[in-house]
Structure formats: structure tokens, C-alpha cells
């Protein structure tokens, strides 16, 4: 009785699959705003992965803050991989354009606890009053 249940369970069961996000890195998006990425607040889940793309030449992605404090910093130009393992919001930033406000945020499993913190995360020119609004959106 038990293997019946077993294999049951195993038949009607749905696999979770993790899933992809890619973001593009621009130096204009298509309403004109310059030095942003695709998708300023990403929503995902616990095992999914978002590649950043750059459109063009200068950019990369360094994490300023996140649930676990991972550090990552990608080099510029070149594409960049994350698979995210812990919920929470991630906060992070085009090193070379931070001060015109090219950031973003991840939040993984619809967890928004650690809002403050990120609240308190460097931010420098643009960003300071871009991360304020996007953390608004959240």
C-alpha cells in the first residue's frame, strides 16, 4: 500500500523547475531614460537565476546589499549570473554609472524583511533618491 502511495505521489506530483530572467543593461531604454537596467525591481523565486546583459560597453552588476551580505561584483562589459538562494531583497548597481542612478533590486520569494537594511545601503547622487522611490514600489 505504501509503494502505491509512493508511486502516486510521484505521478501527480509537479516538478518545480527554477526559471531565467534576463535584464538588459542600457545606456537608454526605450521612454529615454538613460543608465538603467531593463527592469529596475525584478520579482522571482528561491532557485531562480537572472542574467544581466550589457546592450553596450561599460557596464556591470556589483551587489551593495542583500540577506546573506554576498559579495559580487561582476567585470564590465561582460555578462553577469545569479542564482538566488535566499529570499529577501538584493540591491545592486552599475559601478561606473551608480551616480546617475543606474540600480536595481531583486526581490527573491516575495520576502521584504530586510527593507530597512537595504534602506540603509551606500547609495551615491541619483541612486541615493532612486533607491528610496524603487524601495517604495516594494
Excluded at 530572467?21 to 542600457?26: H, Q
Excluded at 525591481?41 to 542583500?66: C, L, Q
Excluded at 554609472?97 to 531583486?106: A, E, F, T
Excluded at 520576502?111 to 522611490?133: F, I, P
Amino acid at each position: 500500500m505504501r509503494y502505491l502511495l509512493l508511486v502516486s505521489a510521484m505521478l501527480f506530483a509537479t516538478p518545480s523547475l527554477a526559471a531565467d530572467l534576463t535584464i538588459e543593461m542600457l545606456n537608454k531604454d526605450k521612454d529615454g531614460k538613460k543608465m538603467v537596467f531593463s527592469q529596475e525591481v525584478a520579482r522571482v523565486d528561491v532557485g531562480d537565476t537572472i542574467n544581466w546583459v550589457p546592450t553596450t560597453k561599460g557596464h556591470n552588476v556589483e551587489m551593495m546589499a542583500s540577506p546573506n551580505d554576498m559579495k559580487f561584483k561582476s567585470k564590465v562589459s561582460k555578462e553577469a549570473s545569479m542564482t538566488f538562494d535566499a529570499p529577501g531583497i538584493y540591491y545592486y548597481l552599475c559601478t561606473p554609472h551608480k551616480g546617475m542612478g543606474m540600480i536595481g533590486l531583486v526581490v527573491v520569494g516575495g520576502d521584504v524583511s530586510n527593507k530597512d537594511e537595504v534602506a540603509k545601503a551606500k547609495a551615491l547622487g541619483k541612486s541615493k533618491k532612486k533607491l528610496k522611490a524603487l524601495l517604495k514600489t516594494i
